[in-house]
């Protein structure tokens, strides 16, 4: 038995997510890219900032965010076996991660500073949690 499909709604509200969350992602990025250069001196370009975000453990809570949109990515992938349980999953992961809590866990800690520190960010996060109901 295979399983149910990802509704056409469902279909639809992931690929917004997803959009909010690369946007929310790079905004982020470029909040710790400002923090790691006042400590560290400028980056020397795109192939060194890649490098640091794929290793460095400054950049390494951001992880979370990106390996969801991947995970949203693959389930959308008109090769994909995902289905609607999948897609739900997906779903409630976000909203335990995009929750910004100032005693929470490491993720949470750092997106509520980014919160506090950004108008930016705060207006994708309420775009996020009108989307997600939180």
């Given amino acids: 038995m295979s399983p149910l499909?990802?509704?056409?709604?469902?279909?639809?509200s992931l690929t917004e997510l997803r959009n909010l969350l690369l946007a929310q992602h790079k905004l982020?990025?470029?909040?710790?890219?400002?923090s790691y250069e006042k400590t560290n001196?400028?980056?020397?370009?795109?192939?060194?900032?890649?490098?640091?975000v794929m290793g460095?453990?400054?950049?390494?809570?951001?992880?979370?965010?990106?390996t969801l949109v991947v995970e949203i990515d693959e389930a959308l992938a008109q090769r994909?076996?995902?289905?609607?349980?999948e897609a739900e999953a997906l779903v409630t992961?976000?909203?335990?991660?995009?929750?910004?809590?100032e005693h929470g866990t490491d993720f949470q800690q750092r997106y509520h500073e980014g919160i506090q520190e950004s108008p930016d960010i705060v207006i994708l996060q309420c775009k996020i949690e009108q989307l997600l109901g939180i």
Avoid at 5 to 12: D, F, K, L, N, Q
Avoid at 28 to 34: C, K, N, S, T, V
Avoid at 41 to 52: E, H, M, N, R, V
Wanted: net charge positive; glycine share 12%; proline share 9%.
């Fill in 41 to 52: 001196g400028p980056i020397g370009g795109p192939g060194a900032f890649l490098s640091l």
């Fill in 28 to 34: 982020l990025l470029d909040r710790e890219r400002g």
């Fill in 80 to 85: 994909s076996t995902a289905g609607q349980v």
């Fill in 93 to 101: 992961q976000a909203r335990d991660i995009m929750r910004p809590r």
């Fill in 56 to 66: 460095n453990p400054h950049f390494a809570w951001l992880k979370q965010i990106s």
């Fill in 5 to 12: 499909p990802i509704s056409a709604a469902t279909r639809e």
